[in-house]
């Protein structure tokens, strides 16, 4: 599968285009260990091996200045976001110049403690034998989850068959570029790229994702986030992922 790997790099494209209204400002932006979230996220990228080409969405001038700061020397080019999540994914995905059956791995920005090793993980997934539609990392969900209609219970659900779902997703481009040519009112209604493929009947797999692959939607998550890096940093090499079976 390294070969598999090196001879078929996957791009990124990371949705960096959030207005961070929970949060008073853009998530992807805000400081973490003295850098903007979004550094993080690039850098991970940059040091994942399967990983050739980075594409982003966002502020172009902003994102350009950090992927510099960074280091990234795998950075490629950065598209204006659109009014709603996967309307940057398809403004991203015009970007890409490769093949059509190069894998896509769509990341939101506002992830910045995702790993290289993850990264690698769902791209030997989605170059697996039996060519899924899609990869996606997901945890196990721990606490119960109830649904509710106008403050009461209605139904417990069963735990045992939930995940909770990350990104990167994988995907080859030729499909996301299809799949995004739908009505703008169908994309919307889309929480995540993985949503569309399955909508269309196709394969989706899971991956082992990471507790520590946190979202940033919250000022306790900030401190989350800040945490985890400073645990990292003092930790070593090859203890920066955490499993999550």
Do not use: W
Request: net charge negative; with cysteine; proline share 6%.
């Amino acid at each position: 599968m390294a070969n598999a790997m090196a001879n078929t790099p996957a791009v990124a494209l990371v949705l960096a285009g959030g207005l961070g209204t929970r949060m008073g400002r853009p998530k992807q932006f805000l400081q973490l260990r003295g850098r903007p979230a979004l550094y993080h996220t690039l850098r991970a990228f940059e040091e994942a091996s399967s990983v050739g080409r980075i594409y982003a969405v966002g502020d172009r001038p902003r994102v350009e200045a950090l992927a510099k700061e960074a280091g990234i020397s795998k950075y490629a080019r950065c598209a204006e976001p659109g009014p709603f999540r996967q309307l940057s994914t398809k403004s991203g995905l015009l970007l890409c110049e490769e093949d059509p059956e190069t894998l896509v791995l769509v990341h939101d920005g506002s992830r910045p403690l995702v790993t290289p090793e993850l990264v690698d993980r769902v791209v030997e997934a989605a170059l697996g034998e039996d060519r899924p539609d899609g990869v996606v990392p997901a945890t196990h969900v721990s606490d119960t989850i109830k649904v509710e209609r106008g403050g009461e219970v209605v139904k417990t659900l069963d735990r045992t068959e939930l995940r909770a779902v990350q990104t990167p997703q994988a995907f080859r481009l030729g499909l996301l570029r299809r799949l995004h040519d739908a009505p703008h009112d169908y994309l919307g209604a889309a929480t995540d790229d993985a949503s569309l493929v399955e909508r269309e009947g196709g394969r989706v797999l899971l991956v082992d994702g990471e507790k520590t692959n946190i979202k940033l939607t919250s000022p306790e998550d900030l401190v989350l986030a800040e945490a985890i890096l400073a645990a990292r940093e003092g930790a070593p090499e090859d203890s920066r992922a955490e499993g999550t079976s």
